[in-house]
């Protein structure tokens, strides 16, 4: 799978990647992070350098990002409640009500069967509020702003905390590392 991500990008075709989604961030994150180490912002060929060897930093950082996403398990019963979800997300408050009516089931239905998957509603909404963040965050066109209310954030400081505590930094920071 890494292999084939780390082709996928460097062709710059993520967008028709079925896996864009889970792994738009950890790569370039851990690629910036070795770099980071090494003190330069080059990937030019030069001397070993003596200390911790950043090849096993960089893995060590792979390996967390592929950690933090595989939480998310993909089963066809979250794919329909995220299929349902993402129009709703700009309308503000989503209840699990509308959501299991829309599927044909009753709220507790749906809650159980969620619950055995190992998920809750809330779960389900905030993972796919953090992917599309994602996915919008991308857009340098598209102020934060938008962005939130894209999202069903009344406030933009709201999204920003939310971002932050999904990706552990800023939108702002999070386009930074983007051009970088």
């Given amino acids: 799978m890494l292999a084939g991500c780390i082709e996928t990008m460097t062709a710059r075709s993520c967008g028709t990647c079925a896996q864009r989604d889970d792994c ?6 851990a690629l910036g992070f070795i770099l980071s180490s090494l003190g330069r912002e080059t990937t030019e060929v030069e001397p070993a350098v003596p200390g911790p060897n950043p090849f096993f930093a960089f893995l060590g950082e792979v390996a967390r990002g592929i950690q933090r996403n595989r939480k998310r398990r993909e089963t066809p019963l979250r794919r329909a409640v995220e299929r349902h979800l993402e129009p ?15 599927l044909g089931y009753s709220r507790q239905t749906l809650y159980r069967r969620l619950k055995a998957e190992g998920a809750t509603f809330e779960e389900v909404l905030d993972d796919l509020r953090r992917r599309v963040a994602l996915r919008l965050i991308r857009d340098e066109a598209l102020p934060v702003k938008e962005a939130a209310w894209r999202l069903g ?14 990706t552990g930094a800023s939108p702002s920071e999070q386009r930074g590392r983007k051009l970088h």
Avoid at 24 to 29: A, T
Avoid at 153 to 166: E, I, L, N, T
């Fill in 24 to 29: 738009s961030f950890v790569l370039p994150e």
């Fill in 88 to 102: 709703l997300l700009s309308s503000g408050p989503i209840r699990i009500d509308e959501v299991a009516r829309a």
């Fill in 153 to 166: 954030f009344s406030d933009p400081a709201a999204f920003s905390r939310a971002f932050k505590r999904w």
